[in-house]
């Protein structure tokens, strides 16, 4: 198969205007352990007849593939549970690998993930517990699972379990499920956090979550033992913390200055550095609350960085903190607004486009719904820098003989942009075809004809 060939048939078969007969004809593809494209397997809106021949496919790795997408339905996934690939069942178990923070992943029937909890083969168990696609009903129902291991991951549920349910875990015959429990159990029981500070493993947890009696919290600050996890504790006497706020140690004094109650003033009278690369996400209270709004007015109007980055996380943030944080000159905070939040300003996403630029930017150029579009051929199509040429395309005013031009540009990202886009005239569409490092983005093109993409897959050794 001729490299470029093969490219062009990854194009078309992501094309969304591809027609559902030569769709079947790219998954009924098996020849010498080749498998149909993945993006054939991980398209929206795959038609019944194409899922069956994707679940009867003889090739595993095509039913992986189809097990793994984030764009199929859960009640079409799980139809793989009886599959007889273990490998197949733990892709389905796992889910989707998802690089988008703003994506969501339904995920699967409860009574599907119970089955596959149950699976005679460790590692669809094993992937079932470590999928991130998990409904909250699913992991409480964990809790009375006849393995630890579940039982350990039920405990990620503990404010929707009953008393009995916590009682039970608490007492469990595992000690990795009894330390589990017990981890969640300290924040309101001062005897639990005391038993766990016992424990080498538990300490320092304990120490930053549980409530604690203060014989134990001055006994930690005077052997110097796990200070920085000791200063984030919520029921810290308010004299320790103030102790704690100038301890030699920067990340102690860090720690300290985060904490919730403290006012502006006390925060800001702190000797505290934060590094420039970090984002926020260790701000637990900020980090936990990012839908509560009175958490994030207290985190967004501080003059804390961490903790206007850790607010910047939220996709919830009301107009007034969405413009105040807008306005702070930090560029990790630009960068998080410009990643999480749907209205994020048009000036904050040009700046972050400029700043990262790259895969990062043109994800987010053509991922975020707040990005511009409109002038932007008039500012950019003659740029000095091909990135912001390539910024032109997205223009709707963007006229066919200057997608053309573009098509031929230096950067090989601007031409590929300009490939993809259906104002480009059908010849030069058709040539792309054949150039290796267009090819791709013409076959994804949803202009060229029908019997255009037919020929690609004739050309690649796709049986009609």
């Known amino acids: 198969m001729v490299a470029f060939h093969a490219s062009a048939l990854d194009g078309v078969a992501r094309n969304s205007a591809l027609p559902t007969p030569l769709l079947l004809r790219l998954l009924a593809f098996e020849r010498d352990g080749d498998r149909p494209p993945r993006d054939a397997l991980q398209r929206a809106g795959i038609p019944e007849s194409a899922v069956a021949l994707i679940l009867a496919h003889p ?22 549970t009886d599959d007889p690939s273990p ?29 596959l909890l149950d699976d005679p083969d460790p590692s669809v168990r094993t992937a079932m517990l470590e ?29 929707a379990l009953s008393a009995g349910e916590r009682s039970a875990l608490l007492a469990d015959p595992d000690p990795e499920v009894r330390r589990a429990a017990a981890l969640q159990e300290c924040r309101r029981d001062v005897h639990v956090t005391a038993e766990l500070l016992r424990d080498p493993k538990s300490a320092a947890e304990a120490l930053r979550r549980g409530l604690l009696f203060r014989t134990d919290a001055e006994r930690c600050v005077a052997e110097r033992t796990h200070l920085a996890a000791l200063a984030e504790n919520p029921s810290l006497p308010p004299d320790l913390v103030e102790r704690l706020a100038v301890n030699p140690d920067e990340d102690v004094r860090l720690a300290v200055s985060l904490r919730p109650e403290l006012d502006e003033t006390r925060r800001m009278g702190i000797d505290f550095t934060a590094g420039d690369l970090d984002r926020g996400e260790g701000v637990r209270w900020v980090r936990d609350g990012l839908a509560e709004p009175e958490v994030l007015r207290r985190a967004a109007s501080s003059a804390h960085p961490l903790l206007q980055r850790a607010a910047a996380w939220s996709p919830h943030l009301p107009p007034d903190l969405l413009r105040l944080l807008a306005r702070v000159e930090d560029p990790v905070v630009e960068n998080l607004l410009g990643i999480h939040h749907p209205d994020a300003p048009e000036e904050v996403l040009m700046r972050v486009f400029a700043r990262l630029g790259g895969t990062f930017s043109a994800w987010m150029a ?27 395309v997205r223009d709707p005013a963007a ?19 300009a490939a993809r886009d259906p104002r480009l005239p059908l010849h030069r569409l058709r040539e792309a075809l054949l150039v290796p490092e267009l090819a ?25």
């Open 131 to 159: 999928s991130p696609h998990l409904a909250p009903s699913f992991v409480a129902s964990m809790a009375t699972h006849h393995r630890a291991a579940a039982r350990r991951e039920a405990v990620r549920a503990w404010e």
């Open 59 to 80: 090739n595993p790795g095509s039913r992986i593939d189809f097990a793994m997408s984030a764009r199929a339905e859960p009640a079409q996934r799980a139809r793989l």
């Open 366 to 392: 053509e991922t975020h719904p707040r990005f511009p579009r409109e002038g932007l051929a008039a500012r950019y199509a003659d740029h000095l820098d091909g990135n912001y040429r390539r910024l032109a």
């Open 399 to 417: 006229t066919p003989e200057l997608i053309e031009r573009l098509s031929r540009d230096p950067v090989v990202w601007t031409r590929q942009a």
């Open 87 to 115: 490998k197949v069942r733990a892709a389905l178990a796992y889910g989707p690998e998802v690089y988008d923070p703003r994506a969501k992943v339904a995920p699967l029937p409860d009574t599907v993930c119970a089955r």
């Open 440 to 464: 791709s983005s013409a076959g994804a093109n949803p202009a060229l004809p029908e019997d255009e993409m037919a020929a690609v897959l004739d050309r690649a050794g796709v049986p009609a």
